[in-house]
């Protein structure tokens, strides 16, 4: 465990929440329990989900999904609108004109989609 896996809460040393969910999930959690913690984590406006997600990957085969973002799409309803505004910001914060486009993707029928794909094409450049 690193400095970066432990907060101070009301004074004393604990897991961050990243950290909790992926011990939980490497402990093999019944998956609706491990569904109300991640569904928790990610209202958490602290909690980095990209973060979460990266940290639940090596245990997504476990619960049936492909990924570590797998299980918080489906089963923390905010996941995707978490992600999404925080991929927003990382894009409003580089150029006035990505903001303009993703706002642009956002009113298409089918537009969070392909805004999602957008902004990870842009992010990784």
Known sequence: MSDDDVTVVDGLPVTTVVRTAADLAASFLDSDHLAGVLSAAVENLDVDVEELAQALSPYATRYGFDSGR??????????????????VRMVA?????LRKQALKLLAKPDGMKTLVTFLEERLAS
């Open 93 to 97: 914060a580089r150029s006035p004109r």
């Open 70 to 87: 797998a299980p918080l799409a489906e089963v923390a309803p905010g996941y995707v609108a978490a992600a999404l505004g925080r991929a």
